[in-house]
């Protein structure tokens, strides 16, 4: 564009000078305006954040920048204030609006003792919280931080137009030159060179280098407003091209709110028996399951000494002068209980077998719910032509339990954390393979497959850093839509860049032959540039939006 105008002005064509500069300057205050607009969903996230906090300092409050907040802080929150950055209550009781975070649209009920993450509002009670960490290092700042840094990570289709940009402006100056030297040597020189400067012009890349980036930046800042975090064009181009969709099933099919529903007791043993030989050894374990047996029984647990974890297995210690014996039912033998074992299982509960002194005393049955939206998400997963599948480190009984209550048919059960990875592998076969988990547990195979994503993400480090794709909310209900949104996100990319390509290449042998001239050419330029922006912001909306039908989930 500069060398068209630098070369207009010695032909003595201002009008056509003056002219291109004016119209390029618009071009580029639409590109300037087109990217702000687009990223305007991320920075959103960081308006979230008050300007000032109050801080409580020996009995006395007093306001200060939330950037001053250092972790050990108490902030003070009030009624309709937001939470200035993550930490732990330490008095008071309340039900936090986190629907800018995670998306999920129910309050959450908070109490002393309970984490809480940047940008909640307070939705009645006065709060005391500790802050765990400076607003520069909050939840939603970390977002922000991966969704940009993952800028970086260029997709496909922005890969491919970069190739093609690079090469033609050194390549169209080429053709320009031999234009101009050809057609002087066989004809009015000055006519030839102005030709040559239109084309240079015809040949400008400028839609055709904004028709992904400013696509990208829209569609990311859409799924930020949502609670969801994609790290740049390449995971959002990947998930559009998923054909199979792995589902973990605790925590993500499960609402990962295990509940003891059966005791059956042995050998002269009451409920209540089996439930305190158990507890006493599960009070020293952080797994979810020993979560609900503790909670199962009686007051007080009773106390236990020599404990040893075997992982995945179950777990050994004395209790009261006995050895017991907590797992599951290839760890700790059932005895006379086998036939329960099975009836339990079959019904989806996970069965852990308590033994005291190599004898049988009792099994305790425990099952984790399936969330209530699953089966609506699996569903329109498969309506959209999409091979759904479960992956456990459960039992089969209980995994076919839960897939059929889930709408899923392919079970992979009673896996560990690398054969996860395996199974992946197989269902490749299938076509590209969406993983989604927890984030932590599901590493492996969430590095396995294409795309990763994690869900629960909110306050956990590993899932916002690891993950292609972080869930903010505990909910299975913006996994189709995001899909959806990646699939018509990728549509608007290749609209862009054809129309684009189909501009450039029309636009240059019009231009050599003199048809139009360089007033002309600019114009249809910054036509189609306009066009092009118009385009890529149609990626800004709202996730589940009206293109999108989901009255159910509305």
Known sequence: MTIAAIGALILGEYAEAAALAFLFSISEALEDWAVTKSRRGLRHVLSLVPEMTTLRRDGITADVATSE??????????????????????????????????????PVEVTVGDTVIAGGVNGGGLLDVEATAKSADSTLARIVRAVEDAQERKGRSQRIADRIAAPLVPGILVVAGMIAVVGSLFGDSELWIERALVVLVAASPCAFAIAVPVTVFAAVGAATKAGIVIKGGAALEALATIKVVALDKTGTLTANKPAVVDVVSANGHSRDDVLQWAAALEANSDHPLATAI??????????ASDVQT???????????????????????????????????????????????????????????????????????????????????????????AVGKAAGIDDINAALLPTDKADVIERLRQRGPVAMVGDGIND???????????????????????????????DSLIHLDDLI????????????????????????IPVAAFGILGLGAVVAIHEVAEIAVIANALRARRDIGGPDHDHTSHA
């Open 310 to 400: 075997l992982a995945g297995h179950g777990i050994t210690g004395v209790v009261c002068a006995t050895n017991v014996k907590v797992g599951k039912p290839d760890f700790a033998d059932p005895g006379s209980l086998g036939a329960d074992v099975e009836r339990l299982e079959a019904g989806g509960a996970t069965v852990v077998v308590v033994e005291c002194d190599g004898g049988s005393v009792g099994i305790i049955a425990i099952r984790d719910e399936v969330r209530p939206e699953t089966p609506e998400v699996v569903a329109d997963l498969r309506s959209m032509g999409l091979h759904v599948a479960m992956l456990t480190g459960d039992n089969e009984g209980t995994a076919r």
């Open 294 to 303: 503790v909670a199962a029984a009686p007051i007080p647990v009773l106390e």
């Open 443 to 473: 590493a492996p195979a969430l590095v396995t497959a294409e795309i990763g994503i994690a869900m629960g993400a909110a306050g956990t480090d590993v899932a916002i850093e690891a993950a292609d794709v972080a869930i903010m909310g």
């Open 484 to 507: 959806h949104h990646a699939r018509r996100t990728r549509t608007i990319m290749f609209q862009n860049l054809a129309f684009s390509g189909a501009i450039i290449v029309g636009l």
């Open 69 to 106: 907040v250092d972790a050990g802080d108490v902030m003070v929150v009030r009624t309709g204030e937001r939470i200035p950055t993550d930490g732990v209550v330490v008095v008071g009781s309340s039900a936090l609006d986190m629907s800018a975070v995670t998306g999920e649209s129910i």
